[in-house]
């Protein structure tokens, strides 16, 4: 079935680094949607980034991504981390036009320190 | 721009009893309906989709009757968690999908449900 791995567990930054959380998958469809997912304290999970194009940036907020087809990734970055980035990344695949189900990776939370 | 509305924001309930939660799409119209519920650790687990005129489709390990569905038009949705135990408790999240948008979920604020 579908799947989706991101790095695990904490990422930990100083201000200012540069941010990238990894993100594979697996599916047997060649046009596969990916999305990552942004959640905040006590908030429920925000559309940060979503792509089905191969090998095309999609930026947004100061974060980009590239769907790369032919490696299954779609890593999150951003040149420059902010004490705001602090939260929870979600990376999430749908295989399948028109079903509105999402498979979510396992989550990669991310703490800016000053 | 999409909206989804989610309420109650956070249910206390006595073990046994029934929390009914409800979601509303403003501003678009919500052609499916994710369930979705995030554990305590954070990870999420799909509960149901449901997709106007089309019968609602629960994933493995959750059933209509414990979580029973309603999805009767394009904006509205609402799921029960019946007969609550300690197992249940988290974070519901409805996902309403946007038909111009295509695959890309919204998400309501969540449903967290407490028992005690």
């Known amino acids: 079935g579908d799947s989706v791995t991101q790095t695990e567990g904490l990422v930990t930054l100083t201000e200012g680094l540069p941010v990238m959380l990894n993100c594979t998958y697996q599916t047997i469809y060649s046009n596969p949607f990916l999305f990552w997912y942004v959640q905040h304290l006590n908030e429920s999970p925000r559309l940060l980034l979503k792509?089905?194009?191969?090998?095309k940036r999609t930026e947004h907020q100061g974060f980009h991504a590239t769907l790369h087809k032919s490696s299954s990734s779609f890593h999150l970055q951003k040149s420059s981390a902010q004490l705001s980035d602090s939260a929870l990344y979600y990376c999430?695949?749908?295989?399948?036009?028109?079903?509105?189900?999402?498979?979510f990776g396992q989550g990669t939370k991310l703490s800016i320190k000053p | 721009g999409a909206l989804v509305y989610q309420y109650p924001r956070r249910t206390i309930c006595k073990s046994g009893t029934s929390m009914r939660m409800e979601c509303q799409a403003v501003g678009f119209q919500a052609t499916s309906v994710a369930w979705y519920r995030q554990s305590p650790q954070k990870t999420f687990e799909l509960i149901a989709l449901s997709t106007v005129n089309s019968a609602i489709k629960y994933e493995q390990n959750f059933t209509q009757e414990k979580f029973p569905i309603s999805h009767p038009n394009l904006s509205f949705s609402s799921m029960t968690v019946l007969n609550a135990y300690l197992e249940d408790r988290g974070l519901y999240l409805c996902?309403?999908?946007?038909?111009?948008?295509?695959?890309?979920?919204?998400f309501g604020e969540g449903s967290r449900l407490i028992v005690v």
């Open positions: 996902g309403a999908r946007d038909r111009i948008s295509g695959n890309t979920l919204y």
């Open positions: 999430a695949l749908s295989g399948r036009y028109n079903q509105g189900k999402l498979i």
């Open positions: 792509s089905f194009t191969d090998n």
